[in-house]
């Protein structure tokens, strides 16, 4: 049942990336690389993307996504997202000034989708392990910041800021934490998609802080 179910997800994200795939050869590489701010190598015909300091090779025109080495990417969202960022991407610098994942247009319709799979995820993998926040946030060449108990602000894809706060919990009180996005968020991706950037943050900083 498991298995099925599992079968099942996969084919349900292989189709948004298929269609971006698809969409991804209508945009100029050149373009992109200038709203991105991510190297295309004409003569390879490939772009560099560094997500959570990991870093990814995108072929173009054909979509397709490897990790550093070459090999193969086999999670479907990361693959979809890192498309979306190329396409959708604005050039916009970071404002400095933070914005809460309501603040971007539609993030009230999916607010609870991200506030299950993103923030309260980071409190419950966080809200009594500071120093495992501490030790994933600084291997993702995270910046220590001023709120809660412990923040980071860490450089999701390129221009693209998270600023992550968390309010160690104890016997008394339940941990709380926050999720912050720098303004010019809302010219790389949509609300839908910052459900996404979330929940691939969220499943970086556990992997760093436990291995």
Same mark, same amino acid.
């Given at each position: 049942?498991?298995?099925?179910?599992?079968?099942?997800?996969?084919?349900?994200?292989?189709?948004?990336?298929?269609?971006?795939?698809?969409?991804?050869?209508?945009?100029?590489?050149?373009?992109?690389?200038?709203?991105?701010?991510?190297?295309?190598?004409?003569?390879?015909?490939?772009?560099?993307?560094?997500?959570?300091?990991?870093?990814?090779?995108?072929?173009?025109?054909?979509?397709?996504?490897?990790?550093?080495?070459?090999?193969?990417?086999?999670?479907?969202?990361?693959?979809?997202?890192?498309?979306?960022?190329?396409?959708?991407?604005? /050039?916009?610098?970071?404002?400095?000034?933070?914005?809460?994942?309501?603040?971007?247009? /539609?993030?009230?319709?999916?607010?609870?989708?991200?506030?299950?799979?993103?923030?309260?995820?980071?409190?419950?993998?966080?809200?009594?392990?500071?120093?495992?926040?501490?030790?994933?946030?600084?291997?993702?060449? /995270?910046?220590?910041?001023? /709120?809660?108990?412990?923040?980071?602000?860490?450089?999701?894809?390129?221009?693209?800021?998270?600023?992550?706060?968390?309010?160690?919990?104890?016997?008394?009180?339940?941990?709380?934490?926050?999720?912050?996005?720098?303004?010019?968020?809302?010219?790389?991706?949509?609300?839908?998609?910052?459900?996404?950037?979330?929940?691939?943050?969220?499943?970086?900083?556990?992997?760093?802080?436990?291995?």
């Amino acid at each position: 049942m498991q298995n099925n179910q599992a079968v099942q997800e996969k084919r349900k994200d292989k189709i948004p990336y298929e269609y971006n795939k698809s969409q991804f050869k209508n945009f100029d590489p050149l373009e992109m690389s200038n709203n991105t701010g991510c190297p295309y190598n004409e003569e390879k015909q490939e772009f560099t993307v560094t997500v959570m300091n990991n870093k990814y090779v995108v072929q173009y025109p054909s979509g397709n996504i490897l990790n550093n080495d070459y090999t193969e990417v086999e999670k479907y969202p990361i693959k979809t997202l890192i498309l979306r960022y190329l396409i959708n991407a604005k /050039g916009i610098e970071p404002s400095h000034k933070t914005i809460t994942y309501r603040e971007v247009s /539609g993030g009230n319709v999916y607010y609870n989708n991200f506030y299950g799979r993103c923030i309260l995820r980071f409190q419950k993998t966080f809200g009594k392990n500071l120093e495992g926040f501490k030790k994933a946030a600084e291997n993702c060449n /995270g910046i220590k910041v001023n /709120g809660g108990d412990l923040a980071y602000k860490i450089e999701f894809i390129n221009n693209v800021y998270i600023t992550l706060i968390l309010w160690q919990g104890d016997e008394e009180f339940e941990a709380t934490s926050q999720i912050l996005f720098d303004g010019n968020v809302m010219f790389y991706f949509t609300a839908e998609d910052l459900a996404f950037v979330g929940d691939i943050c969220m499943g970086a900083l556990t992997k760093k802080a436990f291995s």
